[in-house]
């Protein structure tokens, strides 16, 4: 009988198993599967006679997993809101109940290291979340039984519990009922098991003794204060030689007793933990005084701060780290997606591409196909052909305008050098003229050079000569005689300047377009290869220039046809006028430049 009711457990376990693993479930649908499938699983096995069934069926539970999915739907989880609060309570209090007294066989370490861990922080976490809502202080309190029954069962979880940060939320809140039920929890826990202190480390001992001793300092309420001295005896009680000397390390707690809590309703209890503080202080005679008192309470009240602003400070960021990683989480979603779209576009065009080929290669099939057989060779080769001349015709084009490039670069940089030459010869005639050039005297004073000592001299000299040699009575017409004759000798003699420097402009520019002229001359091609457009650049634009070139051309045609004896008496006289006349003169003028050809 018992073996098929053991079948039938196994069987509903694993039903349960499979539609909690369904995806379909949402959290609150698979909460609610589980308190009923737990609650029916545990109310079978107490019925029956003795105890081992309900620790069987609590194993068969842990072996199979379904208390891990029920720690998994009590983690907290930001992206799953709770909807039934009374159901998450009411799940985490079978689920506790389920742990204690279970056998985990040979996943023991894993059970004590890791899942009961996992699940006192997931209770924790409800509980926290619990004590905000003002509606629900039943369901606070049924979360904190559940702790309790756990830390009654395995006390190697007290550590983890005042350690934690969802306990140090539940300790800061200022409502009195959430103070009290948690100073009752670690009473009852303590009365449940005497053994329970003993296992505990002095850390763990001096945190709970902490705890206690924070309620009196911080709280006025006559049940929280009652509530931790009740506590605070108890320990000594169990563990005196463990909990006295820690006692000691609270300086000020006789005092604060008996000022705060004296009058209380709980003076006798209040006595004895005077009496037992004291008890070992008496060697050691200790003056209390207010000071004392008021460091204490400066003490309680910064720390509660501290805790307070670092809570607040760990929750800005958590919300800041959650949404960094958010973002960096939707940007990268979105550059997976944009690139998986690109990827496919590229694919789509490929594919598009390739089909595209194919139809055209199944339409020059088909069209081949049409064609007599003697004339498909013959098609063949006149498509060869065609290709081999459109490639021909883009590598010479490519070819063409490389080589056209490069030319114009080249004929640019010449036209470039010619032009800086040019202004370099132009720069360097102009200032060898300037130096060969006699100064000028000035004519007119207040002219640049004349000084005010050489103006004082002249006014002197003028001032001498005219002492000297006075002037005769000279009439107004006669005066403005001499002064239009003098204002037509200077007229004219400014004029001369000025024909002059037209003069000497014009000599230059004769001399700028002859060099240019030498220089194109040098660069000319030879009359094999002369273009047309080549010699149109050297005709000059001229009448008389044309005129004697043409004569010139003339006389020297005439010149080729005369016999060889007509010509004996000429040749000589004809390079000594351009040998020795001309090139001498250029020769000067360009101040021993070489003038290259004859």
């Known amino acids: 009988m018992e073996l098929m009711e053991l079948v039938q457990e196994e069987a509903l376990v694993a039903e349960l198993k ?136 395995h006390t190697c979880l007290t550590t983890q519990v005042l350690s934690s940060v969802h306990y140090e939320h539940i300790q800061m809140c200022d409502d009195v009922t959430v103070s009290l039920l948690c100073v009752e929890m670690w009473v009852q826990t303590c009365t449940a098991s005497r053994d329970f202190l003993s296992e505990l480390s002095d850390d763990s001992v001096l945190l709970l003794l902490n ?53 209380r309703g709980f003076d006798q209890e209040v006595d004895q933990l005077i009496a037992l503080i004291q008890a070992d202080t008496r060697r050691r005679p200790q003056v209390c005084t207010e000071r004392e008192r008021a460091a204490c309470l400066i003490q309680a009240a910064w720390r509660s701060f501290q805790t307070r602003r670092r809570v607040k400070n760990l929750n800005r960021a958590v919300s800041r780290l959650q949404r960094t990683y958010r973002a960096r989480r939707r940007r990268q979603q979105q550059q997976k997606e944009a690139q998986q779209w690109e990827e496919e576009l590229r694919y789509q065009v490929c594919v598009r591409r390739q089909q595209a080929r194919r139809k055209f290669h199944q339409k020059q099939r088909q069209l081949l196909q049409l064609l007599p057989a003697d004339q498909v060779q013959p098609y063949l080769k006149e498509c060869e052909c065609r290709a081999a001349v459109l490639i021909q015709s883009f590598w010479r084009g490519f070819r063409e305008r490389q080589r ?106 004769l001399l700028a377009h002859t060099h240019t002229q030498l220089e194109l001359l040098r660069e000319a091609p030879p009359l094999s290869v002369v273009t047309t457009t080549a010699a149109d650049s050297f005709l000059s634009r001229s009448s008389l220039v044309v005129m004697r070139a043409r004569d010139s051309h003339n006389a020297a045609l005439q010149a080729h046809r005369l016999p060889w004896w007509r010509t004996l008496g000429d040749s000589a006289g004809h390079v000594g006028v351009f040998g020795q006349v001309f090139l001498p003169e250029l020769e000067a003028e360009l101040g021993g430049l070489f003038v290259g050809g004859e």
Not at 92 to 98: D, I, K, Q, R, Y
Not at 218 to 230: F, H, L, M, T
Not at 233 to 245: G, I, K, R, S, Y
Request: glycine fraction near 6%; aromatic fraction near 4%; include cysteine.
């Open 211 to 263: 705890e206690a001793v924070g309620q009196l300092a911080v709280s006025a309420d006559s049940s929280v204060g009652g509530a931790a001295v009740r506590l605070i005896l108890l320990m000594a009680n169990q563990q005196e030689e463990q909990v006295q000397p820690l006692l000691l390390s609270f300086k000020g707690l006789d005092s604060l007793l008996d000022k705060d809590w004296k009058g």
């Open 18 to 153: 499979r539609k909690l693993e369904d995806e379909d479930l949402k959290p609150e649908q698979k909460v609610l599967l589980l308190n009923d499938a737990l609650n029916k699983t545990l109310t079978t096995a107490a019925l029956r006679s003795h105890g081992a069934p309900l620790a069987a069926g609590k194993s068969l539970l842990y072996r199979s997993g379904v208390l891990s999915h029920c720690v998994r739907l009590l983690t907290p989880d930001p992206r799953r809101p709770r909807g039934n609060w009374g159901a998450a309570a009411t799940l985490a209090a079978l689920t506790s109940s389920c742990c204690v007294g279970v056998d985990p066989g040979p996943r023991s370490q894993a059970f004590h290291r890791l899942f009961l861990p996992s699940l006192m922080d997931g209770l924790l976490s409800l509980a926290s979340q619990l004590m905000r809502r003002a509606e629900c202080p039943s369901l606070f309190r049924q979360v904190m039984d559940s702790v309790g029954w756990l830390l009654r069962s």
């Open 404 to 509: 056209y490039n490069n030319t114009t670069r080249h004929a640019r940089t010449q036209q470039q050098a010619a032009r800086t030459l040019q202004r370099a010869v132009r720069l360097f005639l102009r200032r060898r003229r300037a130096a060969f050039v006699p100064p000028t005297t000035s004519l007119l004073i207040g002219q640049r050079g004349l000084t005010d000592s050489r103006r004082l001299e002249l006014k002197r000299q003028v001032e001498e000569h005219i002492s000297l040699h006075p002037s005769s009575q000279v009439s107004h017409e006669e005066a403005q005689r001499l002064h239009e004759e003098a204002q037509l000798l200077l007229s004219a003699l400014q004029g001369g300047e000025q024909q002059r420097r037209r003069e000497e402009q014009r000599v230059e520019a």
